[in-house]
């Protein structure tokens, strides 16, 4: 069984998500998402507009998911790599290089971004609209 890991916020979800979702389930037999948790996101700067909860929850009831874990701090990755036997780690093409050091753990996949849809963008969009 390959296993498949990718990490983020996931608030405001979007066909962007899906398909990062998706495109990474397609690499693998078991997808795992870890979900930022709201306490993380603080401390990024982050307020999301749904709980961890629900951001949660939502995953779950995406086809392509097979485990949500927290994602609590920065330095959980390779720790995360090694406990769910991940095979192949996935994220964004906006962090490319970033997560290089999980290589000698797993394989490194960062996928190209769906064009014109972002988080931010859809927050600005709804603000641009309520004023």
């Given at each position: 069984?390959?296993?498949?890991?990718?990490y983020?916020?996931f608030?405001?979800?979007?066909?962007?998500?899906?398909?990062?979702?998706?495109?990474?389930?397609?690499l693998g037999?078991?997808?795992?998402?870890a979900?930022?948790?709201?306490?993380f996101?603080?401390?990024?700067?982050?307020?999301?507009a749904?709980t961890?909860?629900e951001?949660?929850?939502?995953l779950e009831?995406?086809?392509y998911v097979?485990q949500?874990i927290p994602?609590?701090?920065?330095?959980q990755?390779?720790e995360?790599?090694?406990?769910h036997d991940?095979?192949?780690?996935v994220i964004?093409?906006?962090w490319?290089g970033?997560?290089d050091?999980?290589?000698?753990?797993c394989?490194v996949?960062y996928l190209?971004?769906?064009?014109?849809?972002s988080?931010?963008q859809?927050k600005?969009k709804?603000?641009?609209v309520?004023?």
């Amino acid at each position: 069984m390959k296993k498949i890991l990718t990490y983020g916020t996931f608030d405001l979800l979007h066909h962007g998500h899906i398909r990062l979702l998706e495109r990474s389930r397609a690499l693998g037999d078991h997808l795992t998402v870890a979900v930022s948790t709201d306490q993380f996101n603080l401390g990024k700067g982050k307020i999301c507009a749904y709980t961890y909860e629900e951001r949660i929850h939502i995953l779950e009831a995406i086809r392509y998911v097979d485990q949500v874990i927290p994602e609590t701090n920065w330095e959980q990755k390779i720790e995360d790599v090694k406990n769910h036997d991940i095979d192949i780690f996935v994220i964004g093409d906006d962090w490319e290089g970033e997560f290089d050091f999980l290589k000698k753990y797993c394989q490194v996949l960062y996928l190209p971004r769906t064009p014109d849809i972002s988080t931010t963008q859809v927050k600005e969009k709804l603000a641009s609209v309520n004023k």
